[in-house]
């Protein structure tokens, strides 16, 4: 007679077995990072207020109180703030502005008329365009590495419909195009 499977032996041989699938691994990724925020949450009330575990949840709760006040405090001064600055706040800033961009261009200047809009248009524009272009496209690469990483492992729960299985019922299949100018569909 042969002895009955205990332990490893009886998971493997069991054929209900748990079998890692995307939805377990989502579940279980947001349980770890859970887990990691509390743990880092634990150790930096520890190491800023000196409390135990058991104070942690009074000190967190105390903590988002005055962060929500602060917050409401600061939503309250900027929404009764005025809207827009006063007349004298503009005149003392183009003035100053005209004098600044006369300095720097010179006394020939003044016989221009919107030299100084001019300058402030150049100067805003060289130095803001390409920082603004370059930020715009960091942006878009960073959101589809992040999107391509998303979907490559959690995708199938997220579109049941997913591409591939869209393609497979219309029957066709596209295929990669030597240069960007034509598209080939093969049926």
């Keep these: 007679t042969r002895a009955a499977p205990t332990g490893l032996q009886a998971a ?67 929404l009764t703030a005025p809207i827009a600055p006063t007349g004298m706040d503009g005149v003392l800033f183009v003035a100053g502005a005209r004098g600044l961009l006369r300095e720097v261009a010179g006394p020939p200047s003044a016989a221009i008329p919107g030299a100084a809009a ?42 049941p419909g997913h591409w591939r299985e869209r393609r497979a019922r219309r029957g066709t299949a596209w295929v990669r195009p030597a240069s960007r100018d034509h598209q080939t569909v093969a049926a």
């Excluded at 279980?28 to 190491?47: F, G, I, K």
């Excluded at 949840?57 to 001064?77: C, K």
């Excluded at 402030?120 to 272009?133: E, I, M, Q």
């Excluded at 930020?135 to 589809?144: F, H, K």
């Design 118 to 159: 001019l300058m402030a248009f150049a100067v805003v524009g060289g130095h803001l365009g390409p920082s603004l272009a370059s930020s715009l496209r960091e942006a878009r690469e960073r959101s589809r590495r992040m999107s391509a990483g998303f979907h490559r492992r959690y995708g199938y729960l997220v579109d």
């Design 12 to 78: 493997r041989a069991t054929p209900t077995a748990r079998q890692a699938t995307g939805a377990t691994l989502l579940l279980s990724d947001v349980r770890t990072a859970w887990v990691l925020v509390d743990e880092l949450r634990y150790r930096a009330l520890a190491r800023l207020f000196g409390v135990s575990r058991s104070q942690a949840n009074l000190v967190t709760i105390v903590g988002i109180s005055m962060l929500a006040e602060a917050v409401h405090d600061r939503a309250v001064q900027v």
